[in-house]
């Protein structure tokens, strides 16, 4: 069994092809849990989901519905399911009973590298969160400037142009420590982890950094 993601370089539409024929997933069912399970198959640190059909209609057959993860198994098919079983030995037989019969459904996903955005429904804006060594933690504001804003945006997505840092712990209690200060970017690397920061530093603010990325320059920053 393959799995991918189509639509962009680490989100985007989930696919899988069974005996070299490629399928999509139905949502139904499908959350943050199922979302962790794919990205870390596919060596991501991290993942969400997005809006049913949000990178548009697949093709071809519907090979799962109905997974209910714990978020703790190492592939997808590993979890309870509709569709599918390795064990049949006709796989095509098992399209007429799935419960999705467009590609309306079809499951999407976003998967973090080292950087993601916390505690805002919005995937462009939120608390800046840097993966170390297994764990999540909050960055500092104090010093997190546009050059870091910047960095963090290209470190989601490379379609992001601009940034605009924010203070103050602006998007409510973080679920994780703030446990990343100091960071200084060039403004030039790719993503926030290759910036310069200590790790398990005393934020003199206790407040951490936040970020809005934009497509478009952002005026007035």
Known sequence: IQYNISGGSHYGRVEL????????????YWDKREAEVLCRQLNYTDGDIQPRGYYGEGKGPIWLSHLECTGEESNLHEC???????????????????????????????????????????????????????????????????????????????????????GGSSFGNMSVPIGIASVKCQGTEEDLSQCMHVFNSTCISNTYASVVCSNVTIEDK
């Open 80 to 166: 309870p399911h509709r569709g599918f079983n390795s064990e049949d030995s006709d796989i095509l037989d098992l399209l007429p009973s799935m419960p999705c019969e467009t590609h309306k459904f079809d499951a999407s996903v976003y998967c973090y590298k080292h950087v993601r955005l916390n505690q805002s429904p919005n995937l462009n804006m939120g608390g800046v969160e840097m993966h170390h060594e297994g764990k999540w933690f909050g960055i500092c504001d104090v010093d997190f400037d546009i050059a870091a804003a910047r960095v963090a945006c290209r470190s989601l997505d490379r379609k992001y142009i601009d940034a605009r840092p924010v």
């Open 17 to 28: 092809a069974i005996e070299g024929v490629w399928g999509t997933i139905c949502d139904s």
